[in-house]
């Protein structure tokens, strides 16, 4: 293996990994991992950097955005750009990559499926907040007077500017599930790099909604960074492809924070029929046996395990799940790891 793709493995975190400078080596080219390792700059620092002209450099770093591995800002003129920072992006930017082989992605998959829960472990242990949680479906916010503006899917994207959508970079390149593919909504700048790059489809805000409910009645989870302002994605996640669900349904590793609400179930409404035990992905609902009704039984939600996603709410048939807020407005941090 170069030394180089070594190099950018742990400009991210990973040089400890078999699998990410491996990667690296399958998207890029020995000149533009150069090019990489020269970054942040514009063409004109990097034609200096590398001996290239202005122009050889202009188009280097115009594959590479293309590729995902690089990332633009707005900030200066001419733009900046910069490598991707960290495993999020590098994964989220490249499975996208138009032209990626299958041998690409199947490498990707295998990375997720070896290294991944490690990695996630110890990312756990070593910062003080997860980086994304769960918001609930929005069935579920009609349930409690208590939702604010960055849980409620509406506000959230009422607000937005620009609206896009991407295939789900989980499902690509695990495909354990036939679930939606097209469900990745990208919100304000995301968005606008997703069209620019040609891997998203710009939305309305109707579109964007009916893609929000389309994906909870497929028993998808909403997942956004965890921060007050959702201004970059909201990931509809299942429980069997995610980079984040897996690693805490399998290994117990908690790489995603609830939502500050739990499920609550009324025993009178409920009518036995099991549907919220069957959705429920965190086995946090079970049937409690009751010789005093009709059906010998009623689901109880365990507290220690409920995510507050809501799904519950969505498969009930008979109203009997609500949601109720039990952690303070104050538990979802103004900016990330605040």
């Not at 499975?95 to 997720?112: C, N, S, T, V």
């Not at 959230?156 to 620009?162: C, L, Q, R, S």
């Not at 025993?267 to 609902?285: D, K, S, W």
Request: hydrophobic share 40%; with cysteine; glycine share 6%.
């Amino acid at each position: 293996m170069d030394a180089k793709y070594l190099e950018l493995a742990k400009r991210i975190g990973l040089g400890h990994t078999q699998r990410i400078p491996r990667l690296f080596a399958m998207i890029a080219e020995p000149d533009e991992a150069d090019l990489l390792l020269s970054l942040p700059g514009d063409a004109a620092a990097m034609s200096g950097k590398l001996g290239l002209t202005e122009g050889e450099a202009a188009a280097r770093l115009e594959r590479l955005f293309h590729k995902g591995l690089v990332f633009p800002s707005s900030k200066t003129d001419p733009p900046t750009y910069r490598m991707c920072r960290d495993l999020i992006q590098f994964h989220d930017a490249t499975i996208l990559w138009p032209e990626a082989p299958r041998e690409f992605l199947d490498l990707w998959q295998e990375f997720m499926e070896t290294e991944w829960p490690d990695v996630a472990r110890f990312v756990s242990q070593m910062t003080p907040r997860t980086v994304t949680r769960v918001i609930p479906v929005g069935a579920a916010v009609t349930a409690t007077s208590h939702v604010l503006a960055y849980e409620d899917i509406k506000t959230i994207i009422d607000k937005a500017e620009t609206l896009a959508v991407t295939n789900c970079t989980c499902r690509t390149i695990a495909h354990k599930c036939d679930r939606p593919l097209e469900t990745c909504l990208q919100i304000n700048n995301a968005a606008q790099y997703s069209l620019a790059r040609g891997t998203g489809r710009r939305l309305t805000r109707e579109e964007a909604l009916d893609l929000m409910k389309k994906a909870e009645e497929a028993g998808l989870i909403h997942v956004v960074m965890n921060k007050r302002s959702v201004d970059h994605f909201i990931c509809n996640c299942c429980p069997c492809c995610c980079q984040t669900m897996p690693v805490l349904i399998k290994h117990g590793v908690a790489v995603i924070e609830p939502s500050r609400f739990r499920s609550q179930i009324d025993p009178e409404l409920c009518i036995g029929c099991e549907a919220c035990v069957e959705q429920c992905y965190f086995g946090a609902i079970a049937m409690v046996p009751d010789d005093d009704r009709d059906t010998g039984q009623y689901a109880g939600v365990n507290p220690e395990k409920c995510l507050g996603c809501g799904l519950c709410q969505v498969a009930c048939p008979s109203g009997a799940v609500s949601m109720e807020a039990v952690r303070p407005a104050d538990y979802v941090p103004e900016k990330l790891f605040g």
